[in-house]
């Protein structure tokens, strides 16, 4: 598998996504089940 290009955006990206507060969070039930709903409408293959 071909490792992609990292972004040249990313320092800003990941500045803006630890001022939200959204990394290494507990997963929240309300999340997930709005994530299993999705899923199939989005025709989405994962594991989760």
Known sequence: MIKPAIPPNE?????????LNVLDTLAEDRFDRLTRMAKP???????W
């Open 11 to 19: 320092g800003s990206r990941l500045k803006a996504l630890h001022s």
């Open 41 to 47: 409408c989005l025709m989405c293959l994962s594991r």
